[in-house]
């Protein structure tokens, strides 16, 4: 009986690609998801690096005796796939191990989307963005949605199209359409096909969990590469654009060529793109009966998929649209028997850590916790601890990654494990014997709860300082305290501590992972806000019980009253303020009201190191550093 045909087929074409096609393939022998092939058209390349790689059963080898292209090679895997998903893949793009599971777990909750695109982090800088989506401009113009801006996450969202160096294509959508025009060789063919599928009605979307890291090419472009681009740019507007729409900003897409032309003689490549321009102008009898084939099968206009915003243009920004519908696309369902998972960060704990590792065993079917870089004797001890029980996993970095890392790398595993649900817990946060069940219990009498994606518990703790209540909001702008009483359930969270924090993880799927480049601090905010966006719920049940400590504290006088004050070093400070400002920017316009009150509890925090706390100056100066730092962002 033959083997079943794999779900998806992965292409990727090189040419010269050197030692990154190795790591490029070590990178997929390591996914999660295993029903794939991989179809390699080596494109006449003399380096060597293809008959270094060893082999895998699931890798087939085409040789080309010339160099065909990036378009034509990845028609010509195509054409041999067996998979029901093409999924395009650059040899200096390196997955993530989730990543192909990520990327067919967005095409099967949106049919109607004839590409996912994944995130691409700098491999150089994996704190940076090399690409979130590829925009389309009305005049012509594409671009890597936020390249060389911070990593921050985004929900799964609309975008134009993907970035072909790492993106899915639905198999029946892409030979309808026709695949890649042949005849632009490389650059821009993915936007030609993102533009075509839009016409054909088709959608496109960006998933978070679907990560790569690339190379890319170098900050200073070629000939070459002037010259496939703008040539290529004019031939995807003329044979793709609708017709009112192309000639209304024609004039538009003609001065911006003129201008990177006269911009040329400034910096170079004046020459490269100006026989681009004449060239692309020589080929327009073949170009508009192209267009008039694509004319025939569209069935849609395209425009509104595109990015009319001159100042996101000129940014080079991000494009990626929320999906109202988004909740309505997962199950929601009740598990009889509910698994959840327990992911755990430590850094030089203390003895509270074994009270939170019994008290997470006893409630979770698996426990995950990830040292930061300890001392060799903590680690030894945390080795120890992992060896007396199988039900506890132990992740140890060299290094302190920072809590967001650490956190995804917890998250990773419960991806993987098909988890129902995920606890985040500090290492000195101690849940009562009965707080799962008491989240999960009271999640279960919502009536609407396919709504909600993360669960709260009242906070206490020894020194009194955490109030029991939760920030709400409907609106975003109001903004109420509710109190988290024995019995209570509060809706509309703003924000929910990570700590304790009971996640949905097919919510996770689709609202992504924690923000690494924030490192600690500001963090969970983030992440809440994300979650609310994407159109889901926080939900505190007062009746399930956290004992959380939060920062340090400073005993001090405060109107002939000895008050203990909360407090953080210098370092700290600068972290909470420049990632506090990071949100601003991003959520402000979503909870205007929170962000009100956030900043006043900013100007509280000036205000009490100015006055209360010791090494008042270098608190003062990492305060504003860290606003500094978090606008220039």
């Known amino acids: 009986m033959p083997a079943a045909p794999p779900v998806a087929s992965i292409l990727i074409v090189a040419y010269q690609s050197g030692p990154d096609l190795a790591r490029c393939l070590e990178a997929l022998d390591r996914q999660t998801r295993r029903d794939f092939e991989a179809i390699l058209v080596d494109n006449a390349s003399t380096d060597g690096s293809v008959e270094a790689i060893p082999h895998y059963d699931w890798l087939t080898v085409v040789r080309s005796p010339d160099n065909l292209g990036f378009a034509a090679g990845n028609n010509l895997a195509a054409r041999s796939a067996r998979g029901r998903y093409l999924v395009t893949l650059n040899p200096d793009a390196f997955a993530e191990p989730g990543w192909l599971a990520a990327l067919i777990a967005a095409a099967e909750r949106h049919p109607g989307a004839a590409s996912i695109a994944s995130v691409q982090l700098l491999d150089a800088d994996p704190d940076r963005l090399d690409g979130m989506g590829d925009p389309y401009a009305p005049w012509g113009a594409a671009w890597r949605g936020g390249k060389g801006g911070l990593a921050v996450p985004v929900v799964e969202s609309e975008v134009f199209g993907p970035c072909a160096a790492a993106a899915l294509y639905r198999r029946e959508a892409f030979e309808a359409v026709g695949g890649f025009c042949e005849r632009f060789f490389c650059y821009y063919e993915d936007v030609d096909l993102a533009l075509r599928l839009r016409r054909a009605g088709w959608r496109s979307v960006i998933t978070p969990w679907a990560i790569v890291r690339h190379v890319g090419s170098g900050s200073t472009a070629s000939d070459f590469v002037l010259r496939h681009a703008t040539r290529n740019r004019v031939w995807t507007y003329m044979r793709g654009m609708p017709a009112l729409a192309g000639l209304a900003f024609a004039p538009v897409m003609a001065g911006l060529a003129l201008a990177g032309v006269l911009a040329g003689v400034l910096r170079g490549g004046a020459g490269a793109r100006a026989r681009a321009l004449l060239e692309a102008l020589r080929a327009v009898p073949v170009t508009l009966r192209e ?89 030894a001890r945390l080795r120890g601890r992992a060896d007396r029980s199988d039900a506890l996993t132990l992740v140890e970095n060299e290094a302190n990654v920072g809590l967001a890392a650490a956190q995804n790398q917890g998250l990773e595993i419960a991806r993987s494990a098909g988890t129902d649900w995920i606890l985040l817990l500090d290492d000195d946060s101690v849940p009562a014997p009965d707080m799962v069940a008491r989240l999960l219990g009271g999640w279960t009498e919502l009536a609407d709860r396919g709504r909600v994606g993360l669960l709260s518990p009242r906070l206490s703790d020894a020194e009194g300082t955490l109030k029991p209540y939760l920030l709400s909001s409907g609106t975003g702008w109001d903004l109420r305290r509710a109190r988290m009483a024995p019995g209570a359930v509060v809706r509309d969270g703003v924000f929910a501590i990570a700590s304790g924090s009971l996640i949905r993880r097919d919510v996770l799927e689709v609202v992504g992972p924690m923000a690494g480049p924030f490192f600690i601090d500001y963090v969970d905010i983030e992440f809440s806000l994300r979650l609310r966006r994407a159109g889901f719920e926080i939900v505190g049940i007062g009746d399930a019980v956290l004992t959380h400590r939060l920062g340090e504290f400073h005993e001090t006088e405060v109107l002939g009253r000895k008050v203990a004050l909360n407090t953080h070093s210098a370092w700290r400070r600068r972290l909470i303020h420049r990632n506090r400002v990071r949100v601003w920017r991003r959520f402000a316009a979503q909870v205007p009201a929170w962000v009100a009150w956030d900043a006043t509890a900013a100007l509280y925090d000036v205000w009490k190191a100015a006055v209360y706390e010791t090494d008042k100056g270098a608190k003062l100066r990492a305060i504003f550093g860290g606003f500094i730092a978090g606008w220039r962002d």
């Not at 696309?329 to 074994?354: F, H, T």
């Not at 019994?358 to 870089?373: E, S, T």
């Open 291 to 379: 267009r008039a084939a694509i004319a025939q099968t569209a069935e849609a206009g395209a425009l509104a998929a595109m990015t009319w915003s001159p100042l996101r243009f000129l940014r080079r920004g991000i494009d990626a649209r929320p999906l109202a519908d988004l909740p309505a696309r997962l199950s929601g369902g009740v598990a009889e028997d509910p698994r959840v998972l327990a992911v755990i960060v430590s850094y030089e704990p203390d003895d509270r850590l074994d009270g939170v590792l019994d008290a997470a065993l006893a409630q979770c079917a698996q426990v995950v916790l990830v040292d930061n870089g300890s001392a060799p004797e903590v680690r």
